[in-house]
């Protein structure tokens, strides 16, 4: 069985004890997935698998046979090759030094596609609620996973928040 | 991390007849994969049951049945669980962040082990849950995070998870399946405290594979619940305590008290004193905070975690005063 990244069919590693993110950056030398603490505590690694975000630094490539993977750098862009997402960060300075960029991106596509889902959150109030109201509080809760060592949540959340007005989210 | 090999299992049956004795079911894996990484744990084989079907289904009984790999996101999302169990909800959404609640199991999660940083520091620390006989840094060492209930001098570690604080309260059962059959067991009485033992964490036998969780049908102190977790930031961290409550009330008195704390011990703890005590007492927050030092009189603070037994008295009585309505 194969892995599908960004498309395109790859085999899985030889040796099992290879994670998905040392699959992605040092056998098919995708290095836009960062890798921060290694250890599931920074999200920097964070990529869509089958449409859900997950970590790559904590999931085999094994697991991934026969599933969806998507990086960065198979996110679908406009006329100038980025994503919306990815123009918003430019606009808000969503970013400092970058590295923890990538996997916010993926993250923040993902958390759109679970706030269409109705899912709720630890600080959503009311969880019977057919519908959720994407406040600053529900997107930085939502968000957690993903830590900037520059300090550019702000201009990140202000980034989300232009993405879910564009989209209709 | 040691080579092993992975086997990815095709149903139930299969991941049973290929773990072998050294073989190690694989979840999610954010807590094995870290662990085995680190060399806090070895294995041979990893037999990966996170794609067996995950249903979540009602009972026969009225309760809601939620097979082992469903994962954390599934079940928190589910809308019988929003609204009848509403404490298990947001105990799970109090847990880690988004991308390990999507890949983290039910099964994995009640199985997940002690986030105590001196079980993990192989090279650097001694630990009698790593390596039984060794000793413990803990004990005088960085315990800020640690139990004051239920402990030894062999261990002073905490159990994890928020989810099962939250079904402790709910008085879950753990549906097993292994060489003897099948069997169930209360959540409450799943996990053991350390003892001279400290490397046995729970009462699961080699072999053995939580197959589901079952909880009873809903109830008044079910679906007027509540999870509250502090922490030292106020998203993705570890409990430094949390509670679980729930409270129903008849004719103005306390019918039902439900009450599990987090963060405590080497277990979820369940505050039956407190339950009890609070039987046909109106609720107010001199009852609450009474009844729950009934409990917390057996507490036996660490040099860095005192300030846990104000903590977990303040957060019940806030829990059970909202659930009361009676915000004062």
Not at chain 2, 30 to 41: F, I, W
Not at chain 2, 84 to 111: D, F, K
Request: charged share 20%.
């Amino acid at each position: 069985m194969t892995i599908c990244v960004n498309g395109t069919e790859v085999s899985p590693p030889a040796d099992a004890r290879v994670s998905l993110l040392d699959l992605l950056r040092e056998h098919l030398h995708l290095t836009g997935t960062k890798k921060g603490c290694d250890q599931g505590a920074c999200g920097a690694c964070t990529v869509l698998m089958d449409g859900d975000r997950v970590l790559s630094c904590l999931t085999l490539a094994a697991q991934a046979e026969g599933r969806d993977v998507r990086t960065v750098e198979g996110l679908p862009g406009g006329s100038d090759d980025l994503h919306p997402l990815q123009r918003a960060f430019v606009e808000h300075d969503g970013l400092q030094c970058g590295y923890c960029t990538p996997g916010q991106i993926c993250s923040a596509i993902a958390m759109a596609e679970e706030l269409r889902r109705g899912d709720p959150s630890y600080v959503t109030h009311d969880l019977t609620a057919g519908t959720l109201v994407a406040t600053r509080a529900e997107i930085r809760e939502r968000m957690s996973g993903n830590l900037c060592r520059c300090g550019a949540h702000n201009g990140i959340i202000d980034a989300i928040e232009t993405m879910l007005a564009e989209t209709g989210a | 991390m040691t080579p092993l090999t992975y086997i990815r299992a095709s149903d139930r049956a299969d991941a049973l007849a290929r773990a072998g004795s050294d073989g190690r079911f694989l979840g999610g894996g954010t807590n094995l994969v870290d662990l085995l990484r680190q060399n806090v744990e070895r294995a041979s084989a990893l037999v990966d049951i996170s794609s067996l079907d995950g249903a979540i289904r009602e009972s026969e009984s009225g309760g809601l049945f939620i097979d082992a790999s469903v994962k954390n996101t599934a079940l928190a999302a589910h809308p019988l669980v929003r609204s009848r169990y509403p404490v298990l909800a947001r105990a799970l959404l109090a847990g880690a962040s988004a991308q390990i609640r999507n890949m983290a199991t039910v099964g994995g999660n009640i199985l997940q082990r002690t986030r105590c940083m001196y079980f993990y520091d192989v090279d650097g620390a001694r630990c009698n849950k790593r390596q039984p006989g060794a000793g413990c840094d803990a004990l005088y060492g960085f315990n800020r995070y640690h139990a004051i209930l239920g402990a030894s001098d062999q261990c002073v570690a905490t159990h994890p998870s928020d989810m099962c604080v939250a079904l402790a309260m709910l008085d879950a059962v753990i549906h097993l399946s292994g060489a003897a059959g099948e069997r169930q067991v209360p959540l409450t009485d799943f996990h053991v405290l350390p003892g001279d033992t400290p490397q046995i964490e729970t009462v699961l036998k080699s072999g053995d594979l939580i197959t589901a969780v079952e909880l009873p049908p809903p109830s008044d102190a079910t679906v007027n619940s509540e999870y509250r977790k502090v922490r030292d930031r106020s998203s993705y961290a570890f409990a430094l305590i949390s509670v679980a409550g729930g409270l129903a009330l008849a004719d103005g008195q306390v019918a039902q008290a439900r009450i599990a704390l987090g963060g405590v011990a080497a277990k979820p703890w369940r505050a039956r004193r407190a339950e009890q005590a609070l039987v046909g007492r109106a609720p107010t927050p001199d009852a609450f905070l009474a009844a729950i030092r009934e409990d917390l009189i057996d507490a036996r603070p660490l040099s860095g975690n005192s300030f846990k037994i104000g903590l977990v008295e303040r957060t019940m009585v806030a829990v059970l005063t909202a659930l009361a309505g009676t915000n004062a």
